[in-house]
């Protein structure tokens, strides 16, 4: 875990309601089934004067979203960077979290162990980690995934389509987001077959 400390000072609710989003705060690290004594670059998702007595939302740099309440003596509140203030600790981000479902055709257990050893050899033994491992029959069927704008005209033609991912399983929609604005639309895959002429 790769941390650092960072002089900064707790803010209590009113003054956290002066911040916007593009102001950089400090908030709890800790995450489901996770507990870190620590905290991470975050921003509030809407101005803090939109507060009305529920609770403050920040997003992490990691993409989590948490409800804060400042003045709430049990929780470990929001920061700012302020030099008179006290040292905290302060979550980096060292690199890359890949949740990977891996499609092995034939898969068995040496396979398995193959690739995770290759993978091992190739990051290094103490960043390449098992967290849960399940073996899942998943039909070889493939998608094209689209995303096209969410008031799109009727009848427009396939051309006006922004292609977000190719050859992909049913089950990987679940883990992508479309761009706002965008939605996605999943079609079944046909291959690109280039009929352009040749001499």
């Not at 989590?64 to 905290?88: F, K, M, Q, S």
């Not at 990977?100 to 290094?124: I, T």
């Amino acid at each position: 875990m790769n941390t650092e400390k960072v002089t900064a000072r707790r803010l209590t609710a009113e003054e956290v309601s002066e911040l916007g989003p593009q102001d950089g705060i400090f908030v709890s690290a800790e995450t489901d089934g996770l507990p870190l004594d620590c905290y991470a670059p975050a921003n509030l998702t809407k101005p803090g004067n939109n507060f009305e007595g529920g609770s403050f939302t920040a997003r992490t740099i990691f993409g989590d979203e948490i409800h804060l309440l400042p003045d709430n003596a049990e929780e470990p509140g929001i920061w700012i960077v302020d030099t008179a203030g006290e040292e905290i600790e302060v979550l980096q981000s060292a690199g890359v979290l890949l949740s990977l479902a891996l499609f092995v055709p034939g898969g068995n257990k040496e396979s398995l162990e193959s690739l995770y050893s290759a993978a091992r050899d190739a990051f290094g033994a103490g960043i390449v980690q098992r967290w849960s491992e399940e073996v899942v029959a998943v039909p070889d069927v493939k998608v094209d995934l689209f995303e096209e704008p969410i008031r799109g005209r009727k009848g427009t033609s396939s051309q006006n389509r922004d292609r977000r991912a190719l050859d992909i399983y049913p089950t990987r929609a679940r883990f992508l987001e479309p761009s706002d604005g965008w939605r996605f639309i999943v079609e079944p895959h046909k291959e690109v077959i280039d009929d352009t002429p040749t001499i």
